[in-house]
């Protein structure tokens, strides 16, 4: 089923299953997935690599205003280079996460991130994943989602997420990093992580990612893929 004009946004903390909902509704809806978070994590990326301080909001801007940012579509998903680089899995490592919520919070860099989100829109129809894609970047789109898990099934899945990646990091230790972006991200004050208004919210902890994935693709007027057709790249 092919319906390129809708959005649908899919907004929620760390590790509660957004990317990989977003990406398998995407691809049963034939739409294009976009994970917003990783804008933040290039920028956050791009910072560090330049020397920029996190905290230094007039540096950020001015680091935006000379970033060449460029995007194009593989696999179904939307990928962006900065600077003629694309960062791939730097975006994931422990610097990165340890200062993406303060680089997220700097209202020049929001701007500028939004901004480039909205752009995206000429790509087709689009499955957005993040924090304020209901509330802020698309917020007339009739297709909100929220998805939440306790705590502690968050940390179990980022920490056996990371670990495949190779991560040697203890579940204690990854916790405490979630803990630290959720706070960030839900007290700053431009666009906070919270429930859009007419959002569906869908708590994930003891759900199967199927099931997750069939709430959300029915709500949209689509048909619920199978668990093996569901599976996108
Ligand atoms: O993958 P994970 O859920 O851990 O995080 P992410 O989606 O990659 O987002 C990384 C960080 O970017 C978040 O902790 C937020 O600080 C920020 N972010 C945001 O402010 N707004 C968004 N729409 C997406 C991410």
């Avoid at 000379?66 to 593989?74: I, K």
């Avoid at 990371?162 to 803990?179: H, I, K, N, P, Y």
Wanted: positive net charge; proline residues 6%; charged residues 25%.
């Amino acid at each position: 089923m092919k319906t390129p004009e809708r959005v649908i946004a899919i907004d929620g903390p760390s590790a509660s299953g957004k990317s990989t909902v977003a990406r398998r509704v995407a691809s049963a809806l034939g739409l294009r997935y976009v994970d917003s978070g990783a804008l933040y994590r290039g920028v956050t990326w791009l910072a560090l690599r330049e020397g920029v301080p996190p905290e230094d909001a007039a540096a950020l801007e001015r680091l935006l205003e000379r970033a060449d940012v460029r995007f194009g579509v593989a696999d179904g998903a939307v990928r962006f280079t900065l600077n003629g680089t694309d960062p791939g899995l730097a975006l994931r490592g422990a610097d990165v996460n340890a200062n993406v919520s303060e680089v997220a919070a700097a209202p020049a860099v929001r701007h500028r991130v939004v901004a480039w989100l909205r752009e995206m829109r000429a790509l087709g129809g689009l499955v957005m994943e993040g924090r304020d894609i209901g509330t802020r970047v698309f917020p007339d789109t009739p297709y909100k989602f929220y998805l939440d898990a306790s705590p502690e099934e968050r940390a179990r899945r980022r920490h056996a997420e990371d670990a495949g990646r190779g991560s040697a990091a203890s579940l204690g230790t990854v916790q405490a990093s979630l803990q630290h972006r959720d706070r960030i991200d839900t007290s700053r004050r431009a666009d906070p992580l919270k429930v859009a208004p007419g959002a569906t919210v869908i708590d994930s902890t003891g759900m199967e990612i199927d099931d997750v994935v069939a709430v959300v693709c029915r709500a949209v007027g689509g048909i619920a893929p199978s668990a093996k057709e569901g599976r996108g790249p």
